[in-house]
């Protein structure tokens, strides 16, 4: 299975910073890797997918870049919804895989 | 607008079964390839396995493909997990979910698009 290690586990940020989480895979995953975002009711939503394209409706602060093993995703100007759990996840192959996630919190 | 209800989840005990269902809404079923997805208490997240829009073919994760099946009825709309001889480590939060994909020409994107509310397993004596 490929592992999914993402960093931070934990992000305590303000609004308006620029923040990035890290998502790094076991081994090279050709870009194929979605962004999810959970909200503190349990509210998941489709952010990403591809690396890169945003989901219908996502505002355009979010954004998606990477290769090979390491991916990340981009806040440019924290907006207090976004406060929320975040998770990247591979379609490389099978088992489909999930990183640990990251929390941002509100500092 | 597209709707994902599931329900069936409670407290079972070790090795017992239990069969969760997700009726869905605002979109042509048939249509859609789904999938089940768990969280432990712990937040971590497991893809637990996929079924094809007219059912024919299932993939699981190999860790629960003894244990687990999934299958859909399209005149209902409905999608099932079936879970036999459950475990603790089965205690989790559980997630229907829609696949959708974008095509590039060469290789089909797949993601998951929408998300139910999740229902509750806890597994306990």
């Known amino acids: 299975d490929i592992q999914m290690t993402q960093t931070p586990s934990s992000m305590p940020a303000s609004l308006g910073e620029r923040v990035t989480i890290s998502c790094r895979a076991s081994?090279?995953?050709?870009?194929?890797l979605n962004w999810y975002q959970q909200k503190p009711d349990g509210t998941i939503k489709s952010l990403i997918y591809y690396t890169s394209n945003l989901q219908s409706g996502v505002p355009s602060r979010f954004s998606g870049s990477g290769s090979g093993t390491v991916y990340s995703l981009t806040i440019s100007s924290l907006e207090p919804e976004d406060f929320a759990m975040y998770y990247c996840?591979?379609?490389?192959?099978?088992?489909?895989?999930f990183g640990g996630g990251t929390k941002l919190e509100l500092k | 607008e597209v709707q994902l209800v599931e329900s069936g989840g409670g407290l079972v005990q070790p090795g017992a079964s239990l069969k969760l269902s997700c009726v869905a809404s605002?979109?042509?079923?048939?249509?859609?390839?789904m999938t089940w997805v768990r969280q432990t208490p712990g937040k971590t997240m497991e893809w637990i396995g996929d079924?094809?829009?007219?059912?024919?073919?299932?993939n699981y994760a190999p860790s629960l493909k003894n244990r687990f099946t999934i299958s859909r009825d399209n005149a209902k709309s409905t999608l099932y997990l079936q879970m036999s001889n459950v475990r603790s480590e089965d205690t989790a939060t559980h997630y229907c979910?829609?696949?959708?994909?974008?095509?590039?020409?060469?290789?089909?994107?797949?993601?998951?698009?929408?998300w139910g509310q999740g229902v509750m397993v806890t597994v306990s004596s």
């Open positions: 081994q090279g995953i050709s870009n194929y």
């Open positions: 979910t829609r696949g959708d994909y974008y095509y590039d020409g060469t290789y089909y994107h797949n993601y998951f698009d929408y």
């Open positions: 996840q591979q379609y490389d192959s099978s088992p489909r895989t």
């Open positions: 079924i094809k829009y007219d059912g024919s073919y299932t």
């Open positions: 605002g979109f042509t079923f048939s249509d859609y390839w």
